[in-house]
């Protein structure tokens, strides 16, 4: 993590607050898309792209985080419809129930059911909670939180090829929580504000209070693998219904 020396006091005045803040809580995110003109255009006869972005006003994902753990889901809304939702959910990166283990450094996702592939609690994926954050003195302010900026990049599989894609954060080192939305976490503060490619999330509203221990949900299943390894199981068995409908 590269830090500048104008940043070692804000650092510093991190773990000097640790002690005496509020450490678990509630978070609310929203979340906006931002998709190519292209996209949108290439969408035109399905409006798939255009239902989801205009939709995705109304959801709302939650974090919630003790010390050592967060859970990161969608808030269920009943008014949108499945197909847009699941819309929202992939464009986001964000269709899993995602479980962050501060203490051992590992995110796990949950692996949704899906009938045609796989069965519910056949796997779950694990991952290094390792992102190489490069914090620069720039900041911002969102609403009543001043924020630092923070650069990292993802790797993102797209099927025949991988492609490196540069993710922002802004966070709040007056919130001494190394969480944010979706897998990303690790800073030296709440993420306010957390920009991809396709999609931005911005918190909406937090409750400092006491999340207790059985809120938290680990997500299970009866093989751990990595996100590679999960993706060619999934291609491989997708290769095999191919092969079945031709018979």
Request: hydrophobic share 40%; aromatic share 10%; net charge neutral.
């Amino acid at each position: 993590m590269k830090i500048p020396k104008t940043v070692y006091s804000l650092l510093f005045a991190f773990f000097a607050a640790v002690a005496n803040a509020q450490s678990s809580g509630v978070a609310v995110y929203k979340i906006y898309l931002n998709l190519p003109p292209e996209a949108l255009e290439a969408d035109k006869k399905f409006l798939l792209l255009r239902n989801a972005v205009d939709a995705a006003k109304d959801v709302r994902f939650e974090l919630k985080y003790r010390n050592d753990i967060a859970n990161f889901n969608e808030i269920p809304n009943p008014g949108i419809d499945q197909v847009t939702l699941n819309t929202i959910r992939s464009l986001a990166g964000a269709d899993k129930l995602i479980a962050i283990d501060a203490h051992k450094k590992r995110v796990l996702i949950e692996v949704k059911e899906n009938k045609l592939l796989f069965d519910k609690n056949e796997f779950v994926i694990e991952e290094a909670l390792a992102y190489n954050w490069s914090i620069s003195d720039e900041f911002k302010q969102i609403g009543n939180y001043k924020c630092y900026k923070a650069t990292t990049t993802q790797e993102v599989n797209m099927g025949d090829r991988t492609v490196t894609e540069k993710v922002t954060a802004y966070f709040c080192p007056e919130i001494p929580v190394p969480y944010g939305p979706s897998l990303y976490g690790g800073l030296p503060g709440l993420i306010i504000e957390l920009q991809e490619k396709n999609a931005a999330f911005v918190l909406e509203e937090i409750r400092f209070q006491e999340v207790a221990e059985t809120e938290f949900i680990i997500p299970k299943g009866k093989s751990v693998l990595s996100r590679n390894q999960y993706l060619e199981v999934v291609k491989k068995r997708f290769e095999t219904l191919k092969e079945l409908s031709k018979q």
